[in-house]
């Protein structure tokens, strides 16, 4: 037997035996797929909300959570500053809620592609913030505005919009559905050195 077919049936009989070990890991520990899903939305969802509001609220300063809001109390600094802190806090609530989550699905990380997935899920959560706050808190309640400083405020929405929250959400969807490509040789012949290496 040729060398080339060796290696091609060592190649074969190892992915062979990791599918087993998912199956036996499945029956032994049932993976919890919505749990896992969930984690990586909730932690994508709250960095979003994090990266906006340390971003925006607080190194450029372009607006606060209610700066839409001109008329007493809420334009006073202090409840600005307040609102802003209360928005930091729900975010800390949901990043603990995903992380509750993630290590309530731990187990799902012995199965193959489950670092792309959490990726992909926390991508779509990060997008799925600023989507929300561009149509909720930008649009619908005008609660602020990306820059309360410009006179063009719509481009500075529309831009976020797009940039940060529907480019997200798309990068998300295209890494849940991307497909590893088949090894080349090169690679199969890694993998058979490396199943060969500890028998030998």
Known sequence: MSGARIQTDVF??????????????????????RSFHWAGYCIGFALGGFFDGILLHQVLQWHHFLSGWTQTPFNDPRIQILADGLFHAAMYVIAAVGIWKLVRARHVFALKAANRMLGANALIGFGSWHVLDSVLSHWILGIHHVRMDVPDRLFWDVLWFLLFGVLFVAAGILLRRWREPPPSGKDRRARSRSAIGPAL
Do not use: F, Q, S
């Open 12 to 33: 074969e009989t190892t992915r062979e035996a990791a599918k087993a070990m998912d199956h036996r890991i499945e029956a032994i520990m049932p993976p919890n797929y």
